[in-house]
């Protein structure tokens, strides 16, 4: 609509005698009738895209599982020219299962396909210290019965850890010590004739230790995890292998007193300790201790039997 004020001219009536008058240069209004529909239409049609709703997986009868990109709903959006479609005008969402994952899934995913937690067992039991002398740490897990799917919630943490402390620190000791090996056909070199053997006298004439009195000889039983390629070298200690299983035995003459009256280098229970080869230069390894025995003794004809030094 266009109006044009009308412009007065007093002076110029009157000088030409003429009666004094309104005189209105242009009046125009553009208001057609068929031109207000279209704005009406327009403005009805921005009224409707507030609240419009797209289509979902319940107006395509979809649901997919994993992750497939042909399970998606299209549509053109409802403000686009038909005559300028592209694809930056297409409204896409997607209803498979790893939409969730990449964020594009479609607003009625959960409610028609029927989201699914994800579901875990309770948690175990909280391990033992990492460290037997000082802080360590103890963990506890649980694990997935049912994962998560179609916009379920996802998975909770399945391991949690917390500090804790130990003041065991004598066994630090047996992990650092080094059990020194002979052939297992060395152990009747200990055992001496009474009758000529001085320390018998010795243990008659001096008040005996009733901590070593209440010893007992024992054996141990390892799983070597390493060895060095100088074992091979030596006939009883090429034997001494990965994976190998061998015998030890702890006798009386090879416990120390100062160590509680046992074998250096017995190692603790599945627990990875050190082992060296006496004579064997450069022959080591790791071992793990499986089982200890009190009162026996190895088979002294096994090529796995050793004794402790």
Excluded at 47 to 58: F, I, N, V
């Amino acid at each position: 609509m266009i109006l044009l004020i009308p412009r007065l001219t007093w002076p110029r009536c009157q000088m030409a005698g003429q009666q004094p008058a309104a005189i209105f240069l242009l009046i125009i209004l553009l208001s057609a009738h068929s031109s207000l529909h279209m704005v009406d239409a327009q403005l009805d049609q921005w009224t409707d895209t507030d609240s419009y709703e797209p289509l979902g997986c319940r107006d395509r009868q979809m649901c997919c599982k994993g992750r497939d990109s042909s399970c998606v709903v299209s549509e053109f959006h409802p403000n686009s020219i038909i005559e300028d479609l592209d694809t930056n005008r297409t409204i896409r969402c997607y209803c498979d299962e790893s939409c969730v994952t990449l964020g594009d899934c479609c607003h009625d995913l959960r409610s028609f396909c029927g989201a699914q937690d994800c579901e875990v067992t309770p948690w175990s039991d909280w391990s033992q210290c990492s460290s037997a002398c000082g802080v360590g740490k103890m963990s506890r897990r649980r694990t997935v019965l049912q994962e998560s799917s179609n916009g379920g919630k996802a998975c909770p943490a399945l391991l949690q850890t917390r500090a804790c402390f130990n003041n065991q620190c004598e066994k630090r000791h047996e992990m650092r010590e080094v059990a020194a090996l002979l052939p297992g056909i060395f152990a009747h070199a200990r055992d001496a004739n009474e009758t000529f053997d001085i320390r018998h006298n010795l243990r008659i004439n001096y008040p005996k230790d009733p901590a070593e009195e209440s010893s007992q000889e024992y054996c141990a039983h390892f799983e070597v995890t390493k060895a060095s390629k100088r074992c091979k070298l030596e006939v009883w200690t090429s034997n001494i292998k990965e994976g190998a299983q061998v015998c030890v035995d702890c006798q009386k003459g090879a416990m120390r007193k100062k160590l509680g009256y046992r074998c250096k280098g017995q190692g603790l229970l599945n627990t990875e300790t050190r082992w060296s080869a006496m004579l064997v230069n450069g022959c080591h390894g790791k071992w793990l201790l499986k089982e200890r025995k009190a009162d026996c003794h190895c088979d002294v004809n096994d090529h796995n039997a050793f004794i402790f030094v």
